[in-house]
């Protein structure tokens, strides 16, 4: 016998359709139309985005929405040069959490809009507190990629 | 035992098809109820259990992750346990064992699933082995129906006397969710269109066979201490019972079924029950096949082997029966996985503290309720009583 | 026009895996490949199982002794399918089967088949529980559980 031991190749591929609910259905209907849509709780004050249907801290239904200015700060980031099966954008790339304005929590986007493999470039337009703005996707699918990316301004 | 465990408060979303809810919104619909129910807040709890299928029914790994704000898990300790079908039985052990320890005075428990986001089936065959069995594999229906298949063939009941007791049983089982505000199919059908439907796995057919259901469901167990507190009135934990048996199918005997009948001994053993069909007042059996119920009966001692059939047809199961069985409508006409267990056992806490509404036994005492899993490897019951 | 009020957004989650056999199981497909149906035989309880384990679950040894089983046993239950689901293997209508290898002492699921399946009332004057069924192999050998392409009724 040749080997004692073998492996089998076994991919499992199983298809979803993930319900939005009423209120990640507005975020992204707010997204196809340019508008960065958050919620505020009517307890704690705090503004959310995406959108909550309720507060995570006061567990109450959240019934204000907010038009969130897509423009915020850098809170931190990183650059993917990793690759992996089934990876939505090919390396290299930036990930980061932005603290957009009016907001009470950072949302997780791209960073992109400069050249990010130039790592002084890097060094000088993303430092923590940089201010950034969202570059909307010519087409729209009302999903999380019609932001496409947050650039730096000067 | 441990300390004292009870049931304070019970919480059980719309079950159905919840397009219009993500999966989050669908568990905090349950919590609130439950915590409404229990009269206590958040800042009550001081742990949550969660369960569900596993991730390939959601396509999203570790819900407990994705649920912790939904659970109001965030800041306090939080479990997720998994045994397939038998989760919500799973998951009610586990927060009964918490507070029974005493480490937690109040522990909240949630079961879910969102099964029209998924392929049941296709998912349901992945907890086959990937090498020997999974090729043959036909999701749920294709194991309990052989194992049903079996037992008539080891026990010679004739194929037209199980066709005619597992028709009675799925049209009690509809006439019983139309009491149910919760169930998700409420419509009645008769002996004839459940012979006559749609052929799944023969002989099991469509109305056979339980709906792949969207839902979840909370439950508050509570230290004798916060059972004073509450006020609330309590369904305390008599007795409960989990047994496994070998991954392989083909392996252990399904018909008398190892793991059903001695999951059902060890929670009589601690409730103290010799004579089950005479001292339960109510059973919520998981019975997502009508078939299979009738095992589980024999394997619960409610009637010899072989004769499941025999009662049913006596009407010993159906309300105003000696033991009323599944009069929230059951599995059958209900099956969120993830929650189901533990809604069996919401439903035999409303019986036993006369909260069952329209699907009330008059004067339930004590109630047994029931879930199995995995590919008929898990069997978990749980014992609930008014008094102590 | 109007907004939908909720919907839902369709997706597929792909994951690649690479599972090892291990030694007893590699071991299976190779016998396979020779037609040799292969059963380990616990030291203690003498049970002989089909698949084969590295060890008895109900003793917890290891299961050292390989013995060969029949490609003929019982049939102990079996099930018509004709539900289709998201990549299913066999096309239905198909008949997975417990197989009651002669010389094993465990239940070998496989499926029924070298029969009409179309009609259910015809298979069922062919394929009785208690029957006799017989392993058909598949002239292609690819080291996996449809080396054995199925079992057929025996008269």
Redesign the interface.
């Given at each position: 016998?040749a080997?004692?031991?073998?492996?089998?190749?076994?991919?499992?591929?199983?298809?979803?359709?993930?319900?939005?609910?009423?209120?990640?259905?507005?975020f992204f209907?707010g997204l196809k139309e340019e508008r960065i849509l958050g919620t505020k709780c009517k307890d704690c004050g705090k503004v959310y985005v995406p959108a909550?249907?309720?507060c995570?801290?006061c567990?109450t239904d959240t019934t204000e929405w907010v038009d969130v200015p897509p423009r915020g700060t850098l809170v931190t980031w990183t650059l993917v040069n990793a690759s992996w099966?089934?990876q939505v954008k090919e390396p290299p790339y930036i990930v980061a959490l932005i603290r957009l304005e009016g907001t009470d929590c950072d949302f997780h986007h791209y960073v992109d809009g400069f050249d990010i493999t130039d790592e002084k470039e890097r060094k000088r337009k993303l430092k923590t507190g940089a201010k950034v703005k969202a570059v909307w996707s010519p087409a729209k699918n009302a999903?999380i990629r019609d932001i496409a990316w947050f650039a730096p301004v000067k | 035992m441990g300390n004292a465990v009870a049931i304070i408060g019970t919480g059980q979303t719309r079950h159905g098809r919840r397009s219009d809810a993500c999966y989050p919104d669908l568990v905090r619909e349950a919590v609130t109820a439950a915590l409404e129910d229990a009269g206590i807040t958040l800042a009550d709890i001081d742990g949550v259990v969660l369960g569900t299928m596993p991730s390939m029914m959601e396509g999203v790994s570790s819900t407990h992750f994705y649920f912790a704000e939904a659970l109001g898990s965030v800041g306090k300790p939080v479990l997720k346990v998994e045994t397939c079908g038998s989760t919500g039985q799973s998951i009610g052990h586990c927060g009964f064992f918490w507070v029974a320890s005493g480490m937690a005075d109040i522990v909240l428990v949630v079961g879910s699933e969102k099964m029209s986001e998924g392929d049941g089936q296709a998912t349901m065959t992945t907890v086959f082995d990937p090498f020997f069995q999974r090729t043959f594999a036909a999701g749920a229906p294709g194991v309990f129906t052989m194992q049903s298949m079996e037992w008539m063939y080891r026990f010679g009941i004739p194929e037209e006397k199980g066709r005619e007791a597992a028709a009675l049983i799925s049209v009690s089982n509809h006439d019983n969710a139309m009491d149910n505000p919760h169930a998700h199919i409420r419509m009645r059908v008769t002996m004839d269109e459940v012979k006559n439907a749609r052929v799944i796995t023969y002989p099991v057919r469509l109305l056979d066979v339980c709906p792949a259901s969207d839902g979840a469901c909370a439950v508050v167990f509570a230290s004798q201490k916060a059972v004073r507190k509450s006020g609330r009135k309590p369904a305390w934990i008599r007795g409960l019972g989990f047994r496994g048996e070998e991954f392989f199918y083909g392996e252990s005997d399904k018909a008398v079924w190892m793991s059903a009948t001695e999951a059902a001994g060890e929670a009589y053993r601690q409730a103290g029950i010799r004579d089950p069909l005479k001292e339960l007042d109510v059973a919520e059996v998981y019975n997502p096949f009508t078939y299979q119920e009738m095992i589980f009966y024999e394997c619960f001692g409610f009637c010899p082997r072989g004769e499941a059939p025999d009662y049913v047809l006596r009407g010993t199961f159906l309300k105003g029966g000696e033991l009323p069985c599944c009069p929230s409508g059951g599995t059958l006409c209900t099956n969120p996985i993830g929650a189901t267990g533990l809604i069996r056992m919401a439903e035999a806490a409303l019986q036993v503290t006369g909260k069952a509404g329209e699907r009330q036994v008059e004067g339930a005492k004590l109630a047994l309720s029931h879930a199995m899993g995995g590919v008929d490897q898990f069997n978990g019951i749980t014992i609930v009583g008014s008094t102590l | 026009m109007a907004r939908e009020e909720h919907r839902i957004v369709k997706g597929q989650v792909l994951v690649p895996y690479e599972l090892a056999l291990g030694k007893t199981w590699s071991a299976f497909y190779d016998y396979l490949k020779e037609e040799k149906i292969m059963g380990k035989k616990c030291g203690r309880c003498k049970r002989v199982l089909v698949p084969p384990r590295s060890f008895c679950p109900r003793c917890f040894e290891d299961m050292e002794e390989w013995v060969e089983v029949s490609p003929e046993g019982v049939l102990e239950t079996w099930v018509y399918v004709n539900m289709p689901f998201f990549a299913q293997e066999i096309r239905i209508p198909f008949i997975s089967a417990q197989i009651r290898l002669d010389g094993s002492d465990s239940g070998f699921i496989h499926r029924v088949a070298g029969i009409d399946l179309q009609d259910f009332e015809k298979v069922r004057e062919i394929v009785k529980l208690g029957g006799r069924v017989r392993a058909v192999w598949n002239p292609e050998k690819k080291g996996s559980i449809l080396d054995i392409d199925y079992f057929e009724p025996v008269d």
């Open positions: 016998m080997k004692e031991y073998r492996t089998i190749r076994n991919d499992v591929a199983l298809p979803y359709q993930w319900a939005l609910g009423k209120t990640w259905t507005r209907d909550r249907s309720f995570p801290t567990f099966y089934g999903d | - | -």
